[in-house]
Nanobody, 126 residues
Framework: VQLQASGGGLVQAGDSLRLSCAAS????????MAWFRQAPGKEREYVAA????????HYTSSVKGRFRISRDNAENMLYLQMNSLKPEDTAVYYC????????????????????WGKGTQVTVSS
């Protein structure tokens, strides 16, 4: 499967953004999906994940209550709705897919993912 993230941009603190990840050359329903982000000088970190059919989701603590991950398997799309953005959310955001079973009840490690999309830059000004 090939993934392409989009929707990033420059916003002010408190604003919202919706990231999208389009999948091609494969059915998205075959994969659990996740969003990761990488800030300058930092390691890539987990943001959120969703099980293959969307029944379960999981978030890192810093975004819980502000971000929402969702998917539309019929459209082969993954989304990340980001609300109440903070300057510390500034990073390149990546979508990723893993074929192995994922319950949606815990973190996913970057090295566990099978496919990655190119990132989209999110910049939050204070």
């Amino acid at each position: 499967v090939q993934l392409q993230a989009s929707g990033g941009g420059l916003v002010q603190a408190g604003d919202s953004l919706r990231l999208s990840c389009a999948a091609s050359e494969g059915a998205l329903s075959n994969y659990a999906m996740a969003w990761f982000r990488q800030a300058p000088g930092k390691e890539r970190e987990y943001v959120a994940a969703i099980s293959a059919y969307g029944a379960n989701t999981h978030y890192t603590s810093s975004v819980k209550g502000r971000f929402r991950i969702s998917r539309d398997n019929a459209e082969n799309m993954l989304y990340l709705q980001m609300n109440s953005l903070k300057p510390e959310d500034t990073a390149v955001y990546y979508c990723a897919a893993v074929r192995a079973y994922y319950s949606g009840r815990g973190y996913l490690r970057p090295d566990a993912m099978d496919y990655w999309g190119k990132g989209t830059q999110v910049t939050v000004s204070s």
